[in-house]
């Protein structure tokens, strides 16, 4: 029953909507008739709230042209700034749910950045995961996931096809060097245990201070990979965070989240296919008899 | 038995996971017990210690020549190694081990002066005089040697480093700036880049372990070689990595 009556409700609201349009439209043609000239200014008016709507918030162009006001056209005005109104107000709704989709998207790759390893094993499906083909991880991938430098430059790739902003990508450069900066001392790090933690492991030839059973000096290397998997981890959620909050606009932004995404989709099945076409990999069997060998 | 070896001598090749495995398997059971007992007192001979040193180095020459085989047909397998397990793919640099480890591994030799201590009385018990004093007061002219090998490794590794980001960012760049579509080519392009950064790698890997056995004598090196190939063997030990793969402990 209350569903009815809402239905009614919102009948009478169409009801009264179109008697309200059927009357706009009737003064709108008895005022066509009238000032034909009403009718040049009218279809300019269409054209920039045509233009408003397809503005993005980069592309501004031309100016608004200036009307001269008069008792005579006070209704139209009146209608035109009713539309007009409307129509900003659904532009700044549109602005407002670009930005939530934003944080939205950004809490999930905070979500997917941050995920906590618990165990030994975790650390190695971090770094290699399984759900990603050899081809993609080859492809993108510095410590289980996407370099940050080339998150800056797929941003800075996108920035140079659509606008002219050399500013920005002044900015991001400077940005890609920082970074670049900080994945070479995480590099580093990385290094030190693979070269020189690794010789600590329960199997290692050399005499190394400190005992235990040797699952106990297993997790204390894999606990050191752990903090630099983290700090990669944070390097990769700061970049991201970075380029969508503080260096694209809400526009840009919102772009380049949404080529990342597809690129990484678009990369992750074409490695699978990659991968097929390409078979399990092989080496010719002359090569293990020794003949071909020397340094 | 021969139709199984006339079968396989018609292959003209075969899978690197299988050849991995068969390398391990003489490295483990073949070459790692010979030099072991050519070290020994019993059976110390110089001429026979020094084929066995030959076959070792021969054997992991062999391996990075199947490996830049492998990668020439495809590096991203070579990269994230399937025949390698889960605690070795945790330390792996550019699909194998970093180039560092080596000259860790003879540091630790140069640095070791101090008498063996009561756990590793046995261990030395078997070997001859020779072979306990071969690591006593190493010349000056093996440790300035050791520095240069080093000295060259720091700058080989981050310039290897940086040749595999820029190959990465390369690839990203042409993805952003051409059509979807050609995600095929610019991937194959990139692949190629990186088989040149792996083989690189290789011949850096195999240039320190040739230089580490160039500088040192034979009974360094031979225990050198016994060391790295105790190493490897002990990553794969059955019973540790049960252990690790059932693991619940929370590491942090």
Redesign the interface.
Same mark, same amino acid.
């Given at each position: 029953m209350r569903r009815a009556s809402s239905q009614t409700l919102i009948q009478r609201f169409q009801e009264s909507d179109r008697e309200e349009q059927a009357r706009n439209e009737s003064k709108k043609i008895k005022l066509k008739d009238e000032r034909k000239t009403q009718q040049r200014i009218g279809d300019r008016i269409d054209d920039i709230t045509q233009q408003v709507t397809c503005m993005t918030i980069y592309k501004r162009k031309g100016k608004r042209p200036c009307e001269e006001f008069s008792w005579e056209n006070h209704g139209l005005h009146r209608q035109e700034m009713r539309t007009r109104a409307a129509r900003l107000e659904k532009q700044l709704k549109a602005r407002w749910s670009i930005e939530q989709l934003i944080d939205e998207q950004l809490s999930h790759f905070r979500a997917i950045y941050i995920r906590v390893p618990t165990t030994m094993k975790d650390v190695t499906q971090l770094l290699m995961p399984k759900e990603a083909s050899a081809h993609e991880l080859a492809a993108t991938s510095w410590l289980g996931d996407w370099r940050p430098t080339m998150i800056l430059e797929l941003s800075r790739s996108l920035i140079q096809s659509s606008s002219d902003s050399a500013g920005l990508e002044q900015v991001l450069l400077q940005l890609i060097n920082d970074v670049r900066i900080q994945e070479a001392v995480i590099d580093e790090e990385m290094a030190e245990i693979q070269a020189t933690c690794v010789l600590h492991l329960p199997f290692s030839p050399l005499r190394v201070e400190g005992s235990g059973p040797p699952l106990a000096r297993m997790q204390s290397e894999f606990k050191k990979i752990h903090r630099v998997v983290t700090k990669a981890q944070n390097l990769r959620l700061k970049t991201v965070e970075l380029v969508v909050k503080k260096v694209l606009s809400k526009t840009d932004a919102a772009e380049f989240l949404v080529a990342f995404t597809r690129f990484q989709d678009a990369i992750h099945h074409f490695a699978i296919q990659y991968k097929l076409s390409k078979g399990t990999v092989s080496v010719p069997v002359k090569v293990l008899g020794g003949s071909s060998l020397g340094n | 038995m021969w139709k199984v070896a006339l079968f396989k001598r018609k292959?003209?090749?075969?899978?690197?996971?299988e @050849?991995y495995n068969e390398w391990f398997a003489t490295l483990a059971t073949t070459l790692l017990p010979s030099l072991r007992h050519a070290l020994s007192p019993v059976f110390l001979s110089p001429v026979i210690l020094s084929t066995q040193v030959e076959l070792m180095h /021969?054997h992991f020459?062999?391996y990075y020549?199947?490996l830049d085989?492998?990668a020439a047909?495809?590096?991203?397998? $070579?990269?994230?190694p &399937?025949w390698r397990n889960?605690?070795e793919?945790? @330390? *792996?640099?550019l699909g194998d081990? /970093?180039?560092?480890?080596f000259t860790?591994?003879i540091r630790?030799f140069l640095a070791?002066q101090e008498p063996p =201590?009561d756990e590793?009385v046995t261990k030395f018990l078997d070997k001859s005089w020779h072979v306990v004093m071969a690591w006593k007061n190493p010349s000056k002219t093996l440790t300035s040697r050791v520095d240069k090998i080093e000295c060259g490794l720091r700058l080989m590794?981050?310039a290897l480093?940086s040749r595999w980001?820029n190959a990465?960012?390369a @690839? =990203?760049?042409n *993805? !952003?700036?051409c059509d979807?579509a050609a995600? !095929?080519e610019i991937?194959a392009a990139?692949?190629e880049d990186?088989v040149g950064v792996f083989v690189d790698a290789n011949r850096l890997r195999?240039?320190i372990l040739?230089d580490i056995l160039s500088t040192t004598d034979l009974y360094q090196a031979a225990l050198f070689l &016994?060391?790295?190939a &105790?190493?490897l063997? !002990?990553?794969k030990?059955q019973k540790?990595l049960n252990? @690790?793969?059932k $693991?619940?402990?929370?590491?942090?």
């Amino acid at each position: 029953m209350r569903r009815a009556s809402s239905q009614t409700l919102i009948q009478r609201f169409q009801e009264s909507d179109r008697e309200e349009q059927a009357r706009n439209e009737s003064k709108k043609i008895k005022l066509k008739d009238e000032r034909k000239t009403q009718q040049r200014i009218g279809d300019r008016i269409d054209d920039i709230t045509q233009q408003v709507t397809c503005m993005t918030i980069y592309k501004r162009k031309g100016k608004r042209p200036c009307e001269e006001f008069s008792w005579e056209n006070h209704g139209l005005h009146r209608q035109e700034m009713r539309t007009r109104a409307a129509r900003l107000e659904k532009q700044l709704k549109a602005r407002w749910s670009i930005e939530q989709l934003i944080d939205e998207q950004l809490s999930h790759f905070r979500a997917i950045y941050i995920r906590v390893p618990t165990t030994m094993k975790d650390v190695t499906q971090l770094l290699m995961p399984k759900e990603a083909s050899a081809h993609e991880l080859a492809a993108t991938s510095w410590l289980g996931d996407w370099r940050p430098t080339m998150i800056l430059e797929l941003s800075r790739s996108l920035i140079q096809s659509s606008s002219d902003s050399a500013g920005l990508e002044q900015v991001l450069l400077q940005l890609i060097n920082d970074v670049r900066i900080q994945e070479a001392v995480i590099d580093e790090e990385m290094a030190e245990i693979q070269a020189t933690c690794v010789l600590h492991l329960p199997f290692s030839p050399l005499r190394v201070e400190g005992s235990g059973p040797p699952l106990a000096r297993m997790q204390s290397e894999f606990k050191k990979i752990h903090r630099v998997v983290t700090k990669a981890q944070n390097l990769r959620l700061k970049t991201v965070e970075l380029v969508v909050k503080k260096v694209l606009s809400k526009t840009d932004a919102a772009e380049f989240l949404v080529a990342f995404t597809r690129f990484q989709d678009a990369i992750h099945h074409f490695a699978i296919q990659y991968k097929l076409s390409k078979g399990t990999v092989s080496v010719p069997v002359k090569v293990l008899g020794g003949s071909s060998l020397g340094n | 038995m021969w139709k199984v070896a006339l079968f396989k001598r018609k292959k003209t090749s075969k899978p690197f996971k299988e @050849f991995y495995n068969e390398w391990f398997a003489t490295l483990a059971t073949t070459l790692l017990p010979s030099l072991r007992h050519a070290l020994s007192p019993v059976f110390l001979s110089p001429v026979i210690l020094s084929t066995q040193v030959e076959l070792m180095h /021969h054997h992991f020459r062999s391996y990075y020549d199947a490996l830049d085989q492998a990668a020439a047909a495809d590096v991203a397998q $070579c990269l994230n190694p &399937e025949w390698r397990n889960s605690i070795e793919r945790s @330390f *792996l640099w550019l699909g194998d081990l /970093h180039p560092y480890l080596f000259t860790n591994l003879i540091r630790s030799f140069l640095a070791d002066q101090e008498p063996p =201590v009561d756990e590793n009385v046995t261990k030395f018990l078997d070997k001859s005089w020779h072979v306990v004093m071969a690591w006593k007061n190493p010349s000056k002219t093996l440790t300035s040697r050791v520095d240069k090998i080093e000295c060259g490794l720091r700058l080989m590794v981050p310039a290897l480093a940086s040749r595999w980001r820029n190959a990465q960012s390369a @690839f =990203v760049e042409n *993805l !952003g700036r051409c059509d979807k579509a050609a995600i !095929g080519e610019i991937l194959a392009a990139e692949m190629e880049d990186m088989v040149g950064v792996f083989v690189d790698a290789n011949r850096l890997r195999r240039s320190i372990l040739a230089d580490i056995l160039s500088t040192t004598d034979l009974y360094q090196a031979a225990l050198f070689l &016994e060391a790295l190939a &105790e190493f490897l063997v !002990g990553f794969k030990d059955q019973k540790l990595l049960n252990e @690790f793969e059932k $693991c619940k402990i929370a590491i942090n």
